[in-house]
């Protein structure tokens, strides 16, 4: 029989601000996920039936595990006292047919509990069919496999909790802290509103300000300077300011990120507020997180062997940046024409977008001292926000989420980055360069998030980070191949599950 590895070994794939914390579900996750695995490569005939009496004797072993019991009498407890407090019954486990996840999800230990009892069904399944195969009438046949399939739907909705990603990296960290600090709830209830509003109006008008009253005036170079500088920082604010808008609790949020959204080409206010973000947070680095086939592809590698050079990479990257506003757009009607009910909404928070924005761009081209400069500088800020000619806004685009890993121990992976370089620098980016804060708790008004690190020290300060957004940028520019690992997709869905 296979047992469970000691607690210390068990911690070993674990991050290492992970590895004194009570995450021993993730083990068991994991094992639970290469067992459901394999049932996927194995019908329900007599060559499963050795499998299935294997993977039997392995969760007699797993529930008899300390681990286990203990994180079952810990549901159960749970289970009892929300009873108690809502006077009804828990919550039901969200359908299997259900395409997104409950608000308030049972905690990952609670579904690996679960995945272990459904796994046990799956198993008797498989061993009653694949025993008396021959002996089983056709309707049998068929009722024995139909309990299969719906067995393993229940199986596949929990198991994608339990999957090794990004996503799991950040609850099992939130868990804890909360567990530990709760004065954490408290950074929740400070406002934003006022400041956002703010924020959003001062970037809005200093950009058309900008564009209408300056540009034009001198020379060209000028126009290109003040596109680079604070061109480039109203630019990356409309972007920055409609994340914001997404996660704040803010009233009214989106009349606010299309009046943001409408000074640049680049449609923010349809890919933060149709919904796609959103699934990021919930699904990221899995096969659910959008963004990497989104947008994040962009600078994960270049397209042709011919530009894997440093001078490539930088071309590669500003053509995308000024390219990108035309992409958005063919992907997105692509999409609808073969799928418009998924997309109708995203469609109609561009289309009106589309229109606002054509309407400020001509309003500021009417009163400017020239069009074309303005239209310039407007299209030229926003590329230089997204990296054009390596800008060092490149680097959020870059940093966020790649895959901070060791070769000779990739058990040590971490899937998000912060940054902890100039202040000024995080400042000007808004905090959203403080990546792993904003992922562990998404709510926090974005001038607070950088208090989690004073609150709980001990979780940021072992992590990997980033003190050089130029270094980053260099490193990116002469790497070959794969520039780096999306939330680190393949080490987690791939190395861990084979070598745990």
């Not at 509990?113 to 061993?127: A, H, Q």
């Not at 500088?229 to 704040?248: C, D, K, R, W």
């Amino acid at each position: 029989m296979l047992k469970l590895q000691n607690k210390e070994e068990e911690a070993a794939w674990l991050p290492p601000t992970l590895n004194n914390a009570e995450c021993s579900w993730i083990s068991i996750s994991v094992r639970c996920y290469k067992i459901f695995m394999n049932f996927i490569t194995f019908p329900v005939t007599s060559s499963s039936y050795h499998y299935a009496l294997f993977v039997q004797d392995m969760l007699q072993d797993m529930e008899a595990h300390p681990e286990v019991i203990a994180l079952r009498a810990k549901s159960k407890a749970a289970q009892a006292a929300a009873s108690m407090v809502s006077g009804s019954a828990p919550a039901p486990e969200p359908s299997a047919n259900s395409s997104t996840p409950m608000t308030n999800d049972p905690p990952p230990n609670e579904y690996a509990v679960r995945t272990i009892e459904s796994l046990n069904k799956v198993c008797k399944i498989v061993l009653i069919a694949s025993r008396s195969a021959s002996a089983l009438s056709p309707d049998q046949q068929a009722r024995f496999k139909a309990s299969f399939d719906g067995e393993m739907e229940t199986l596949k909705w929990r198991i994608q909790y339990l999957q090794p990603s990004a996503a799991r990296w950040h609850v099992c960290r939130r868990t804890e802290m909360l567990r530990k600090y709760p004065a954490i709830k408290d950074l929740h209830k400070v406002s934003d509103h006022l400041l956002i509003a703010a924020v959003v109006l001062g970037i809005s008008l200093g950009h058309l300000y900008v564009a209408s009253y300056l540009v034009g005036r001198w020379s060209l170079s000028v126009d290109l300077l003040l596109a680079a500088t604070v061109g480039s920082f109203f630019a990356f604010g409309f972007q920055a300011m409609n994340h914001i808008l997404m996660h704040s609790t803010i009233k009214a949020p989106k009349a606010l990120g299309i009046l943001s959204s409408s000074c640049s080409l680049i449609p923010w206010f349809s890919y933060y507020h149709a919904g796609g973000h959103a699934r990021h947070h919930v699904n990221a680095g899995t096969e659910k997180d959008i963004d990497r086939e989104a947008l994040f592809w962009i600078w994960e590698r270049v397209p042709h062997p011919k530009l894997d050079t440093p001078l490539g990479s930088a071309a590669w990257v500003s053509a995308a940046a000024l390219a990108l506003p035309l992409a958005y757009m063919y992907s997105l009607f692509v999409c609808a024409y073969y799928n418009f009910k998924n997309n109708k909404v995203e469609l109609a928070h561009f289309l009106t977008e589309s229109v606002t924005t054509i309407l400020t761009f001509a309003a500021a081209c009417k009163v400017s001292y020239s069009a074309p400069c303005t239209v310039l500088y407007l299209v030229l800020s926003g590329a230089f926000s997204m990296g054009f000619a390596c800008h060092p806004y490149l680097g959020f685009w870059i940093l966020q989420h790649v895959c901070a890993t060791d070769p000779s121990n990739p058990s040590q992976s971490q899937p998000t980055i912060s940054y902890y370089g100039s202040p000024l620098w995080n400042y000007l980016n808004y905090n959203i360069l403080l990546h792993v804060e904003h992922h562990d708790f998404s709510r926090i008004p974005f001038h607070k998030v950088h208090e989690l690190r004073r609150i709980a020290p001990e979780y940021y300060t072992d992590l990997k980070y980033s003190t050089s957004i130029l270094r980053l940028i260099k490193h990116w520019c002469c790497a070959k191949g794969d520039k780096f690992d999306f939330c680190c997709e393949h080490v987690f869905g791939q190395d861990y599950v084979r070598n745990i």
